[in-house]
């Protein structure tokens, strides 16, 4: 499968470039520590666990615009505050959680192995660079700060920018306008099989799934599917 018609590429952020699983850890520990206190009878495991069961939810719909990015972080500390027995009024201190496992999140600045080289690479080629997020405005574009990879993309677009959520077909035609391109020269490179290569793929364009924790693409979605960041060099 050759890409040669390809001048613009789009990447996911999130497990794709910097390395969320990881830096997540660290960010929501030290928020169940500074706000834990007395608030619930239970350990670091058994709160990460719940909060990773509602946070998932929650964004799963917030990727398919069933709910607003305000009632995501409204909802994900609140109901796992609730179902660790916590009192039904506690909505400001989920507030307080999501505010400061935020602020810490982005401070972080683990990236997946070969994210840097790779992004260096793809300038050097003279490729277009460009992410591709439905993540939270300020949030990304400090993520990549922190990183120490923002110099090296182009453009950050991001769902907050046009009040659309990768799957849908908007975002991609949003992403285009910015970036000045057309569906047969972009690429879309990310870890998620449905928002970032089918999304893509039905838009037209082509993609590269990095196949981070050994799901299948969906089939037919999938130009190419790689396991390392490394292989995308040679596809490019």
């Not at 997946?112 to 990304?140: C, M, T, W």
């Not at 799957?167 to 306008?177: E, V």
């Amino acid at each position: 499968m050759d890409f040669l018609n390809i001048t613009s590429i789009f990447l996911d952020v999130d497990d794709t470039l910097w390395w969320f699983t990881e830096n997540s850890k660290v960010a929501l520990e030290q928020a169940f520590h500074d706000f834990g206190g007395d608030y619930w009878p239970c350990d670091y495991d058994t709160f990460h666990k719940v909060y990773l069961k509602h946070n998932n939810e929650l964004w799963d719909l917030y990727h398919h615009g069933l709910i607003e990015r305000d009632v995501l972080k409204a909802e994900r500390f609140r109901r796992t505050l609730t179902e660790l027995g916590c009192d039904s009024e506690c909505g400001d201190l989920a507030s307080r959680m999501d505010e400061h496992y935020l602020l810490v999140l982005a401070q972080q600045t683990k990236l997946l192995p070969g994210a840097r080289h790779l992004l260096e690479y793809l300038n050097a080629k003279g490729y277009d660079v460009n992410v591709l997020s439905n993540g939270f405005k300020g949030i990304q574009q400090q993520k990549l700060v922190s990183g120490g990879i923002d110099h090296l993309i182009h453009h950050v677009v991001l769902s907050d920018d046009c009040g659309i959520t990768k799957p849908l077909p908007g975002i991609y035609d949003y992403a285009m306008q910015v970036c000045n391109t057309t569906p047969e020269a972009s690429l879309m490179i990310g870890d998620n099989p449905e928002t970032d290569i089918q999304g893509a793929h039905q838009a037209g364009w082509r993609t590269i799934y990095f196949n981070l924790r050994g799901i299948d693409p969906i089939e037919g979605t999938a130009d190419a599917t790689v396991t390392t960041l490394e292989q995308i060099e040679d596809l490019l």
